[in-house]
């Protein structure tokens, strides 16, 4: 009776091990590079994507009274977009959870939510006049919770003011929020 049950505790892992990678699934945008000036190209920006972008600036622009429009152009468009690119690099799958697992046993090469907080700060990342990034992080030390992204903020404001700019959590899909919005994940700025 012993072995029965332990087959059926086999069979039930095996299969739930089979729906779960079923549910797998590889992430590619094809046409998405960033070109010699340092901006993300897409052959088309679909609806979706222009309406993140147009609501993260306005979001941006709200974080104090001397944002420099540009600037805030700059950091929505690439936040939204230049995840399409990391994710092409990454050699993207999704769910992130899944992911992280096979760039743990070396099957891709990037994708770790540490990775993609670094690589997006190289990004967007340029030297501005009216706003200024952060590293955060939720959960530190703890292994199996903690997460980083990147946090823009006015020039000058801290952390706790700035917006949540977090490609991780949704497998290259931009999630954004106010720091201190963001129901998931409490924020805190890194620091050595």
Not at 16 to 44: E, Q, R, W
Not at 57 to 80: K, W
Not at 130 to 145: I, P
Request: charged share 20%; with cysteine.
């Amino acid at each position: 009776m012993r072995n029965n049950t332990k087959k059926t505790v086999y069979l039930l892992l095996a299969s739930l091990a089979m729906i779960f990678l079923s549910a797998c699934s590889s992430i590619h945008y094809d046409g998405a590079y960033v070109n010699n000036k340092g901006s993300t190209v897409v052959p088309a920006i679909n609806p979706a994507d222009e309406k993140k972008i147009n609501d993260l600036y306005q979001a941006i622009m709200s974080l104090g009274p001397n944002i420099i429009p540009s600037e805030a152009r700059f950091v929505a468009r690439e936040a939204v977009l230049y995840p399409k690119v990391l994710a092409n690099r990454y050699q993207l799958t999704s769910p992130p959870l899944y992911h992280n697992v096979l760039v743990n046993y070396g099957y891709r090469p990037r994708g770790l939510c540490y990775q993609w907080t670094h690589d997006m700060a190289e990004q967007i990342n340029r030297p501005m006049k009216s706003l200024q990034f952060y590293h955060g992080v939720a959960f530190r030390r703890n292994y199996w919770r903690e997460h980083n992204t990147l946090v823009v903020t006015a020039k000058g404001q801290p952390f706790e003011t700035g917006i949540v700019l977090d490609p991780w959590r949704h497998s290259g899909t931009l999630f954004w929020s106010r720091v201190k919005d963001d129901k998931k994940y409490p924020w805190v700025q890194f620091t050595n």
